[in-house]
């Protein structure tokens, strides 16, 4: 069960450039997501997705992009990199956005902006 | 807002000892509640929740929760710890509107000493 994939694992950017984080889910998911994780602040929502073609911003939207133009791929775009993007960057699935719906989890994207 | 607390940065207890790592919430409306472990360098693995009904939890692992309204808290528990149980733990909450984000606390490193 391959669940909530994303590439790549591991990723050093130089400040300015730009690059695509893909996330993929095979379970038919509706809701997806994307979650930063810093030390000592857990996780932040990015952005996040409740099915194809609509997408709405998290707690901490600056600097990204997303779009989802099929259910199953939810990728996130870094504009013009920034050393403050260095971090850990989960994607997350789940059924529907309602309430009850566990979200799983990918093994995330460690990203270093230098 | 919604909002999660985690008292603790760190626990630290013996193994076959009982341990609890501590939350507390604070949403408008009902709260459905989650624990996430994550262990290093992988991506956070579901371990309970708490939607309705029984106020104690049980989840993978060994783990139980209980769910206290009153105290609007959702500590996590087992009753004996494992070396193995060693990781970062994460409580979640969602409200149950069905348009709710899952908003995560700062987490927890439990360290389970031999």
């Known amino acids: 069960n391959a669940g909530v994939t994303q590439t790549p694992k591991f990723q050093v950017l130089k400040t300015g450039q730009s690059m695509t984080l893909q996330c993929a889910q095979d379970?038919?998911?509706?809701?997806m997501s994307w979650y930063r994780q810093d030390p000592g602040m857990g996780l932040r929502l990015i952005h996040y997705?409740?099915?194809?073609?609509?997408?709405d911003q998290g707690e901490v939207p600056n600097g990204y992009n997303v779009s989802r133009s099929t259910t199953e791929d939810f990728p996130l775009r870094l504009l013009s990199a920034a050393p403050s993007q260095t971090s850990v960057y989960f994607c997350?699935?789940?059924?529907?956005?309602?309430?009850?719906?566990?979200?799983?989890f990918g093994e995330g994207s460690w990203l270093t902006v230098v | 807002a919604q909002s999660v607390a985690q008292p603790e940065d760190q626990v630290n207890v013996a193994e076959g000892n009982p341990l609890t790592v501590k939350c507390t919430y604070s949403?408008?409306?009902?709260?459905?509640l989650f624990w996430y472990v994550q262990y290093p360098n992988r991506g956070l693995q579901f371990l309970l929740k708490?939607?309705?009904?029984?106020?104690l939890v049980k989840g993978s692992y060994g783990f139980e929760a209980e769910f206290n309204k009153s105290q609007t808290s959702f500590h996590l528990k087992k009753p004996s710890a494992l070396v193995s149980d060693s990781a970062l733990y994460f409580c979640?909450?969602?409200?149950?509107?069905?348009?709710?984000?899952?908003?995560f606390g700062k987490g927890t490193m439990l360290l389970v000493s031999p």
């Open positions: 949403v408008s409306g009902n709260p459905y």
């Open positions: 708490y939607i309705t009904g029984d106020n």
């Open positions: 997350a699935s789940s059924r529907r956005m309602a309430s009850g719906n566990t979200i799983y």
């Open positions: 997705s409740v099915g194809a073609g609509i997408t």
């Open positions: 979640a909450v969602r409200d149950d509107s069905g348009y709710s984000t899952l908003t």
């Open positions: 379970m038919n998911h509706e809701y």
